[in-house]
């Protein structure tokens, strides 16, 4: 494929030595990795602080010239999360974030299909990375009220949410359908390296200096802000490459002529040189779909509250998980974070499987109903046997992370790109935000509802909190029941015709 760039005139010339679509498509999916990375990285601190924040101080050390009396079971916690009520103080911070995280996600998707995504998410880092800051400089100012870390939650989820829909539409204009599943199960591994960098992180300094925890990895994130604003490459026509079919058949796309891939520039007909100067006017044209458009796409709206379960259940593994670690084996904060971080590798491994095998038999729902169905009895057993060695609680967590974060990778990535750039949308591909904000920022109504319900149900014992997971992923089995049955006559017709 021919690539051109502008002379000193302003003029289109031919490049003598063409950097191929494949390198480009290969850098995008590097720096979307990292963009992302940093946002979940600026995230999982919290999760790994929180035993810090309240710790049982008769285990510690007074200092020498300690003026706390020796019956203050809380001189070492972090005031105001030294009362009794710690977990609902400390619910009410995680819920600050994802509360806001939710209600703005819906809104991003809207600002993401009108705005540039380059200065979109140049923006949202910057910011990101700032209020990530401020929630550590809380330790180094001595603030010991409430309402900051609350405040400080509710902008850090706002600004948040300026990443996931941005990264997936600029992925989405660079990718077709072909192995979208494998490829975003493989690229989606970004939330998962984010985690485990997060919890390592704040690790580093969680028993001296917490501060640092949120304050390091804010200042990486905005770092990151920077090179996206210099190096992000938003569609291939601004690079004048021809952007990719969404849709396999070709007969397909040749009866929606407005789809811009087989524009006047860019038909199967045309010279090969006006394939390569195909420009970006052509994908232009299209208006942004509005939101109750995007819910009218076959399959979004039951995606969309499948992801609010599965969601609910990563995310108070994710907020939650080292706490109830260090409670229950009673490890340090530095060792339960180490350790939850498994939960995230397994997380890599079923976001590529999950990939890998909806790709092969073309079942997006079938795979994550089938995900879900055995990650319930699996959270089970690792609460009830998880516990009774090292080994065993590292092989559980590694297979708890696969299947409760296979089908939610899944469903925010290929999912979303799949229904954003669906045949009954003709090549419109103003879509792919709007659409993937509507589905994660349901999804993320799940995630603030999880360490809530967590925190609530806490104090009656860990067992109740495991119960309302497993019901939660059943749930979210039940929903994709009719998607699962239409594939299951699909794979049958298909069958048959080969018969």
């Known amino acids: 494929m021919l690539c051109r760039r502008l002379d000193r005139r302003g003029v289109w010339g031919r490049m003598d030595t063409c950097i191929c679509v494949a390198e480009y498509r290969a850098f995008i999916l590097l720096i979307t990795f990292l963009i992302y990375t940093c946002y ?43 009362k009794s009520n710690y977990k609902e103080l400390l619910g009410a911070v995680d819920n600050a974030f994802l509360v806001a995280y939710a209600i703005g996600m819906f809104i991003s998707g ?66 077709g359908k ?54 992000l490459i938003e569609y291939p026509e601004d690079v004048d490459c021809a952007p990719p079919q969404h849709h396999g058949n ?13 524009g006047p520039h860019c038909n199967k007909e045309s010279s090969l040189e006006s394939v390569g100067t195909c420009s970006k006017d052509a994908s232009a044209q299209p208006t942004a779909i509005s939101f109750f458009g995007a819910l009218r796409i076959p399959g979004v709206v039951e995606f969309s509250l499948c992801l609010l379960f ?54 997006r729902a079938t795979t994550c109903c089938v995900m879900l169905i055995l990650a319930a ?32 990778a899944l469903i925010t990535t290929a999912v979303s ?12 591909a103003k879509a792919l935000s709007t659409v993937t904000a509507i589905i994660d920022g349901t999804g993320s109504i799940g995630a603030a509802l999880g360490p809530l319900l967590a925190g609530l149900i806490s104090p009656t014992g860990w067992n109740n909190v495991f119960y309302m997971l497993i019901a939660a992923d059943v749930l979210a089995c039940l929903l994709l029941c009719r998607l699962v049955y239409k594939e299951i006559l699909a794979w049958k017709s298909s069958l048959g015709r080969d018969r």
């Open 40 to 82: 979940h990285m600026s995230r999982k601190p919290i999760s790994v602080v929180k035993s810090r924040l309240h710790q049982n101080c008769s285990e510690v050390i007074q200092p020498l010239n300690s003026t706390h009396s020796l019956n203050d079971t809380t001189w070492c916690s972090w005031a105001p999360f030294d």
């Open 110 to 175: 809207i600002f993401g299909e009108r705005l540039p995504l380059r200065y979109y998410l140049t923006g949202g880092m910057l910011l990101s990375g700032l209020f990530t800051s401020l929630f550590g400089l809380g330790y180094f100012w001595n603030i010991h009220v409430l309402w900051y870390f609350v405040l400080v939650q509710i902008f850090n989820g706002l600004v948040q949410t300026t990443g996931w829909p941005a990264v997936v539409s600029c992925v989405g204009n660079w990718f």
């Open 178 to 231: 072909g192995k979208r599943g494998l490829i975003m199960g493989i690229w989606n591994s970004h939330t998962s390296v984010g985690n485990i960098l997060g919890s390592l992180l704040a690790g580093v300094w969680v028993d001296q200096q917490w501060g640092l925890s949120f304050v390091v990895p804010g200042v990486i994130t905005a770092i990151m802000g920077i090179i996206t604003f210099f190096f």
């Open 250 to 262: 070709p007969e397909e796309s040749q009866d929606h002529p407005e789809d811009p891939a087989n």
């Open 310 to 363: 599965a969601k609910l259940v990563s995310y108070t593994f994710l907020y939650w998980l080292p706490l109830y670690i260090s409670n229950v084996v009673h490890f340090s904060a530095k060792e339960a974070g180490d350790l939850s971080t498994l939960f995230d590798v397994g997380g890599i491994i079923g976001g590529i499987l999950a990939g890998l095998v909806s790709d092969y038999i073309n079942g």
């Open 377 to 408: 009895p699996m959270m089970f057993l690792y609460n009830h046997v998880g516990q009774s060695g090292i080994s065993i609680s590292i092989v559980m967590l590694l297979i708890c992370g696969a299947l409760v974060n296979g089908p939610y």
């Open 417 to 428: 790109a799949d229904l954003g750039t669906h045949k009954s949308l003709k090549g419109n």
